[in-house]
Every structure is written in C-alpha cells, then in structure tokens.
C-alpha cells in the first residue's frame, strides 16, 4: 500500500510516499533524516490487516514537508534523497 505524507498548495504537490508493503520499519530512514521527519510505528495506521513496524512521517511534520525536506534537496541534478538512500527496500519516494 502507498502511503502519501505531505500537501498541495497553489505552488504545488509535496509528497513523501511510503510503500507500506516494502517497508519493514528497520528505522534507517529515521536515523539518516537530519530534519527527523520519519517515526517507526509499531503497525501500519493505513493499512489494518499489517501488524508489521512501519515508517511513517511523523503527523506534525507532514504539513512543512516541503520545508523540512529542502535542506536535502538540491535544485539541480536530483540524485536520491539521504532517507531514499538508506531505505534498503526501496520504499520511500519523494515527489518534487
């Protein structure tokens, strides 16, 4: 399942996507993350039927996503992303 953190507004989509199904809350994302944007839930708020750990972006980051993130963004040559890097399943995406 994809999970979709983040917002749209009038300059915009900011979105961090989780691939629930991928992630298996080993926390790495958690750790690289200089803004602390992603929490380790015990289960998947989205999805009822996985008990399994799961990343998650905490609930009062998801509305300055775009803020929180930029640090890690550069404006040119978009390589991946520090918490993309260090997810070893390749279960988060960020949209912008």
Do not use: Q
Request: with cysteine; hydrophobic share 30%; aromatic share 8%.
């Amino acid at each position: 399942m994809l999970a979709h953190y983040g917002y749209s507004d009038g300059s915009g989509s900011y979105f961090i996507t989780i691939d629930t199904d991928k992630c298996y809350g080993c926390g790495d994302c958690v750790s690289v993350c200089p803004s602390a944007v992603f929490e380790i839930l015990d289960e998947d708020p989205n999805d009822p039927l996985n008990e399994n750990p799961v990343a998650s972006v905490a609930s009062d980051k998801n509305p300055k996503v775009k803020y929180l993130c930029a640090e890690c963004k550069p404006s040119t040559n978009r390589p991946k992303l520090p918490c993309m890097v260090a997810c070893a399943a390749d279960a988060i995406e960020h949209s912008w």
